[in-house]
């Protein structure tokens, strides 16, 4: 009972950082209602996330702490929104997402340089597929200029990963730090904010979605699922924000998302939810049946089906690095390391007919 207990508050975990994720995204939407500077945005956005997270504290009795631990995650929750709030105003969009998505590489480079923790090749792999699920989201947008606000958004990336890390730090608390990060948010916030002289209602009511709920109620999500969900495995759910971002502004705003957007898109999506379904199968093998899983990449990146019932694969001219295998119904197939070896095997054997699809 008590793996099981375990198991469900991983799950749930999961979910709470995956909804953070979503409360993130609509980030975007609020900020282009919003004709005010990036500080002046996040200082009034955070000053409103103050009181909505003071009143949760207050509710759950949950004592303010304040410790050099709890300042560094404190500097990067001030970091992650005031650089991605800045970076916003002197670049693309698209720029900044992508460059702040690199968060779940730095995650791994922290956490093998301060923890001495050796990343797993289920975590390398995922990251790979992630962000370049991401990079193939953006492709046909993502430009070389606003120099300075890409340097921010890489910046952004850095600090995202202390928010990610924020439960492995030694005397640590997440809550606490996202309190004193808005503090310092807000502080810094004011003398921008005191400039700002459009006050339209509808960039007042922009800001308090924004500070309530992708703030506010984001943060505290996002500190309940850190409780049980590894950092790595965490930023990755993350990386459903920026496909999200651009979605929901496509919605709302009728901007077109294209073909290459599109397959970005689901391609972030396999890479996280592969993730996680390989994390749930190697956790109930190990503690439910004592068995260790190894895994081992193979080099193999198209398959094809070979529809020649009377075909012998051992008859057949291939290239070395061609694998001739059987899928579980002992239909014949084919594993191409690369698009120039099916070429190769079509040119090679005339009457050989391949389908991508098991038929």
């Known amino acids: 009972m008590g793996e099981k207990r375990m198991e469900n508050k991983r799950r749930t975990g999961t979910l709470c950082v995956f909804l953070a994720a979503v ?165 810094t916030g004011l003398p921008f904010l005191l400039g700002e002289e459009k006050l339209e209602p509808i960039a007042l009511t922009s800001l308090l979605v924004l500070g309530v709920f992708q703030v506010a109620v984001a943060y505290i999500l996002l500190t309940i699922g850190l409780k049980t969900t590894p950092p790595v495995t965490a930023s ?42 390989f994390e749930v199968l190697e956790y109930r093998l190990k503690n439910e049946y004592n068995v260790d899983i190894r895994m081992q990449n193979l080099p193999y990146s198209f398959i094809r089906w070979i529809e020649n019932e009377d075909c012998d694969p051992k008859a057949l001219n291939l290239t070395s690095d061609t694998r001739r295998v059987e899928d579980f119904k002992g239909r014949k197939l084919l594993l191409f390391t690369n698009a120039w070896s099916i070429t190769w095997a079509e040119e090679h054997n005339k009457e050989l007919r391949l389908s991508e699809v098991g038929r």
């Not at 923790?117 to 947008?141: E, Q, W």
């Not at 502004?249 to 689901?266: D, I, N, P, R, S």
């Open 23 to 187: 409360l993130y995204s609509i980030g975007g939407l609020c900020i282009k209602l919003i004709p005010w500077g990036g500080m002046a945005i996040n200082g009034a956005r955070t000053a409103i996330a103050l009181v909505v997270i003071g009143a949760y504290l207050a509710v759950i009795r949950h004592p303010l702490r304040f410790n050099r631990w709890v300042a560094v995650g404190a500097l990067s929750i001030f970091g992650t929104n005031a650089l991605f709030s800045v970076a916003n105003k002197l670049t693309t969009a698209a720029n900044v997402i992508v460059l702040q998505f690199t968060a779940p590489i730095f995650v791994i480079l922290f956490s093998a340089l301060f923890w001495r923790r050796k990343p797993g090749r289920l975590d390398l792999l995922a990251c790979g597929i992630v962000f370049g699920g991401v990079l193939f989201f953006f492709a046909d947008s993502l430009e070389m200029g606003g120099g300075l606000g890409n340097v921010l958004a890489l910046l952004s990336g850095v600090a995202y990963a202390g928010v990610f890390l924020m439960n492995e730090m030694p005397d640590s608390d997440a809550i606490s730090s996202v309190f004193w990060g808005d503090v310092l948010s807000a502080v």
């Open 236 to 277: 990755l759910v993350s990386g459903i924000e920026p496909v999200l971002n651009p979605i929901l502004v496509a919605v709302f705003y009728h901007e077109t998302v294209g073909t290459l957007a599109l397959a970005g898109a689901a391609t972030v999506i396999v890479g996280v939810v592969g993730v996680l379904q």
